[in-house]
Nanobody, 128 residues
């Protein structure tokens, strides 16, 4: 599966953006998808993840209550709605996918090594 992230841009603190991760392939509905981000000069970190059926969603503590992950399997797309953005949310955001064959726990979903497929990132810049 190939992934394409989009929707990044420049926004003022307190504003909102919606990122999209569009996938190729007919079996997208069998893939868990995660969003990760890499702030300038820092390591890449987990942001949010969603199971194939949308039953399980996990968020990093830093984004809980502000970010919402969702998916539309008919459109082969996963979304990350980001509200109340802060300057510390500035980063390159990546989406990643992994085919799963059953429920996966939070620990698995937050690990970068759990995902085999990665898209190119999209830059989000939040100005103060």
């Amino acid at each position: 599966v190939q992934l394409q992230a989009s929707g990044g841009g420049l926004v003022q603190a307190g504003g909102s953006l919606r990122l999209s991760c569009e996938a190729s392939g007919r079996t997208f509905s069998s893939y868990a998808v995660g969003w990760f981000r890499q702030p300038p000069g820092q390591e890449r970190e987990f942001v949010a993840s969603i199971s194939p059926s949308s039953i399980n969603k996990y968020y990093a503590d830093s984004v809980k209550g502000r970010f919402t992950i969702s998916r539309d399997n008919a459109k082969f797309t996963v979304y990350l709605q980001m509200n109340s953005l802060k300057p510390e949310d500035t980063a390159v955001y990546y989406c990643a996918a992994q085919k799963t064959h059953g429920p996966r726990g939070c620990r698995w979903a937050t690990l970068q090594r759990s995902y085999s497929y990665w898209g190119r990132g999209t830059l989000v810049t939040v100005s103060s």
